[in-house]
């Protein structure tokens, strides 16, 4: 198996539950669930590598408090570089809304933790010579656009394979950022997009035109996966070939980090030297099952327990 590296950001997320009214006292409260788990787009992809019992390295940053001491634990030994240990924490809170949907407040921001050349140097540590480097949330971070160019350069030089996954940028898809992920896909050999940034990227209304049109300005041999939701996912090569997987049909529990998930399975596929085929389909299969058998519960909660004096 060829070596799995994932660049990005992780985080503690603490997931307050969905607002509750409160009749006694007229008020509606967030409902703490108590619960903290890993979060960031990074995090969650090696977490799902750890599931899977795969080896693999994540480079990212912590926050040195006791929640960046929970990261510490969740990964397994010696599976993580960190990029630097800070004074800033990785605590993110997640609020849950009435809908189910969410919204994450970090105290960061969008900041990283780290540096073009604090990343590079956490790359350098880790075995990726032939193996697949994956630059979780690429956009995500204005700060690190500019040295972006130098790692994939670097992981090139070492024989690796570059992967990337976009991410939300906080400023949308200005001139400047699209401009960016254009030159950014143009040396990347595997690009793993949500639907809407690839229909946006492209003005392609059909995900799998879009994953056409973003291949061919790839580099050789170079693959364009969209991920689809409920609809699966799609995927084309630079010079040929497309590839079309539906999702099962699964009671959904949590979609948060779905991509990022599939994003694992897809790469431990892959660098399996799988077919595109059965790459995508790991990649649903995983996928599906992290967003229906989640062990959380985010059930309103009907009675909230009453004041004590
Ligand atoms: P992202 O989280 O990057 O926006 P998606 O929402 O497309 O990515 O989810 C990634 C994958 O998770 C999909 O390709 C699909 O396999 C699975 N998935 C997501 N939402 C659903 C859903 N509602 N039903 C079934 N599978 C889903």
Redesign the pocket.
Known sequence: MQPLVVLGNVNVDLILGPVAPWPQVGIEIFVPHDELRVGGSAGNTALAWAGLGVPFRLCASRGNDSFGDFLVEAFPAGSVSWTRTDAKTTLTIGVTHPDGERTFLTTRGHLPLYGPDEALAALREVPLAGGWLLLSGAFQTEALMPGYGRLVDYAHRVGARVAIDPGWPPAGWTEPVRAFAQSLLAVSDCALL???EATSLTGCPSPLTAAEVIARTMRDGAIAVV????N??VAAGKICGTWSVP????E?VD?I??????NAGFLAAIARDEPIETCLAD??AL??RA?STSPRSYAPVAEPPPIRA
Do not use: H, L, R
Not at 257 to 262: L, P, Q, S, T
């Open positions: 949500s639907e809407v991920k689809c939701g409920p699966g996912a999702a099962p049909q699964v959904v979609t980090g779905a991509g990022d998930v599939f990649a649903v996928a599906s967003i």
